[in-house]
Every structure is written in structure tokens, then in C-alpha cells.
T-cell receptor, first 114, second 115 residues
Framework: DAGVIQSPRHEVTEMGQEVTLRCKPI?????LFWYRQTMMRGLELLIY????????DSGMPEDRFSAKMPNASFSTLKIQPSEPRDSAVYFC????????????FGPGTRLTVL | AQSVTQLGSHVSVSEGALVLLRCNYS??????LFWYVQYPNQGLQLLLK??????LVKGINGFEAEFKKSETSFHLTKPSAHMSDAAEYFC?????????????FGKGTKLSVIP
């Protein structure tokens, strides 16, 4: 398996623009997680899905952020409109739906909002 | 609710010296515990995990960790540090209760290895 795939790897955009980050989880995994990592705040869980259904989105910073999982092999995280403080590395991770199962992380998308 | 505390945001060791990274957890039910490593500009990679089978867990790259329930600790060790061990290390906890698939991460410890 290719592991968790994220695209793009790098994104530079201007304030106010819409940004869409994409994730393909490992085949067979039924839990998917979106994280944000910054120097100031560390690693934060934004939202996670079980069987394509959002379970906990309490980490989503505000209404400008939205996430979807239309099927088991694809998820998006959208920021509209983007702001400079959204600059961070965004990770997607997937796992089996068991507490002892580890999460497998993608390589991340480095977002810079100018 | 669960939480993780990693003591020391930065740890420096000499090449060949013992590596000890500390992690304490708080959990209302028996936990599952994980150590992840993050190399610069990469995602997190699993080093090892504790799932109640054995208290001493061996992982990749010569790392191991011991689960101590009485101390609520899960410290990560390696007998001899290598330059390639320089990275950031994260401890994480998951609950063993049904429906708990979320990991709670510590703030991370950045390990520097001095030649």
C-alpha cells in the first residue's frame, strides 16, 4: 500500500482565497483524522470521521473550516476564506476502527497564506 | 477524558549516550499508549505501542518503552543514541473503551544528538 496520500504537498495562497486540501486514506481503514501542526500550538486534532461520518469536529477552529468525506477513499479539508493565521502543516491520518490501532500519517500539506 | 504530559520540550544527549524521554498519562480506563517520531518535514511515524499484552514494548530503531501503571508512565528509552535519532518525539494515549478511536498527543520532545 502507498500509505496515506495527501495533496498538494505545498500550497501558497493569498488571504481571502479558498484552499482545498485532499487526502486518500489507506485502503481498508475506516477512521480518518485531520490535524494541524504549528510551532505555537503543536499538533491539534481538527476533525475525525468513522465510516465516512464526522464524529467529532470540535477542533475545527471556526466556520471558515469545513471537511467532507464523500467516500471511504477520499476526504477534503477546505478553508474559505483563508487567513494568514491558517498557515500551518495539515496532516491527514487513517486507522482501523479499534482503540489499539495506530494512526498512519500522511506526509502533510504545508500551507502558507500571505 | 485522557491527557498526556511530556516532560521536557527539548532534550540533548551525546552520541552513544542513553536516551530517556518521559511521558506521563492520565486516563480513567486502561489506556493504549503510543510513541511516534517526526523527522523534519515529514509526517509522524509509529515507533511502538502498548496494548496491554506486555509492559515492556520494543519498537523500531532500538527504542523501547515500559508501561508502569503505578506511576502512570510510559517513558521511551534507547541505550545508545545515534545521530539519526535527532527528531521530535510524541507520546499519545487512546482509551480502551468502545467508540474511543481518538488519540490525544503530548506536546512533543525535540531530541538533539551531539556528536
Amino acid at each position: 500500500d502507498a500509505g496515506v496520500i495527501q495533496s498538494p504537498r505545498h500550497e501558497v495562497t493569498e488571504m481571502g482565497q479558498e484552499v482545498t486540501l485532499r487526502c486518500k486514506p489507506i485502503s481498508g481503514h475506516n477512521s480518518l483524522f485531520w490535524y494541524r501542526q504549528t510551532m505555537m500550538r503543536g499538533l491539534e486534532l481538527l476533525i475525525y470521521f468513522n465510516n465516512n461520518v464526522p464524529i467529532d469536529d470540535s477542533g475545527m477552529p471556526e466556520d471558515r473550516f469545513s471537511a467532507k468525506m464523500p467516500n471511504a477513499s477520499f476526504s477534503t479539508l477546505k478553508i474559505q476564506p483563508s487567513e494568514p493565521r491558517d498557515s500551518a502543516v495539515y496532516f491527514c491520518a487513517s486507522s482501523l476502527q479499534r482503540g489499539e490501532s495506530e494512526q498512519f500519517f500522511g506526509p502533510g500539506t504545508r500551507l502558507t497564506v500571505l | 477524558a485522557q491527557s498526556v504530559t511530556q516532560l521536557g520540550s527539548h532534550v540533548s544527549v551525546s552520541e552513544g549516550a542513553l536516551v530517556l524521554l518521559r511521558c506521563n498519562y492520565s486516563s480513567s480506563v486502561p489506556p493504549y499508549l503510543f510513541w511516534y517520531v517526526q523527522y523534519p518535514n515529514q509526517g509522524l511515524q509509529l515507533l511502538l505501542k502498548y496494548t496491554s499484552a506486555a509492559t515492556l514494548v520494543k519498537g523500531i530503531n532500538g527504542f523501547e518503552a515500559e508501561f508502569k501503571k503505578s506511576e502512570t508512565s510510559f517513558h521511551l528509552t534507547k541505550p545508545s543514541a545515534h545521530m539519526s535519532d535527532a527528531a521530535e518525539y510524541f507520546c499519545a494515549v487512546s482509551l480502551s473503551g468502545a467508540g474511543s478511536y481518538q488519540l490525544t498527543f503530548g506536546k512533543g520532545t525535540k531530541l538533539s544528538v551531539i556528536p
